[in-house]
Every structure is written in C-alpha cells, then in structure tokens.
C-alpha cells in the first residue's frame, strides 16, 4: 500500500513538472518544473533500492542534495540572464553573447 502511495506521488510530481515547462515562459518556474521531475524520480529510485539498509538513505540524501545545488545554480544563471537583458523569457533572450 506505501509503495502505491510512492508511486502516485512521484507520477504527480512528474506530470506537474511536465505541466509546468509546457505551459510558461518563466526561466524560473521551468527550472521550478525540472526540479519537481529530478524529485519524481528520485522518488521512484528510492522505491526501487528500498533494502532498509543505510545505503539507501545515504544515496537518498546525496541525490536529494545534487539536485538542490543544481537547482541553486540554475536560479542563480536566471538572475544573471535578468541583470543582463530584464527579461526571464527563454524564447526572447536568444543572444547570450556577454
């Protein structure tokens, strides 16, 4: 029954982050989206190597952080693109030329 309600929640996580690169045009809220997808499947991982030995959590934990600091860099490149061109739209800043 746990397993069921990991599942479902990692495909929540998944689609929402589908959901939420598909429909904007906000650099942030696309990495937003990206985050919630690397989550799903870090939910999914974790269900696959559930052994109940620390090994498990500690890979847990070090994926968990990996994706926190690449989400940390990537909304530090988007205020770059912000103090460089005032605007977070992908589609309109095209010239990356600094």
Known sequence: MMDLVVVC???????????????????????????AMTLASLLL???????????ADDMFLLIAS???TTEALGIAIALLVWERFRRINPQEVSDLRW
């Open 9 to 35: 929640s990692a495909l929540t996580l998944l689609i929402a982050g589908l959901a939420s690169i598909a429909a904007t045009r906000n650099m942030v809220k696309v990495i937003m989206g990206l985050q």
């Open 45 to 55: 991982l974790s269900l696959a190597f559930r052994t109940g030995g620390a090994s």
């Open 66 to 68: 990996a994706t926190a």
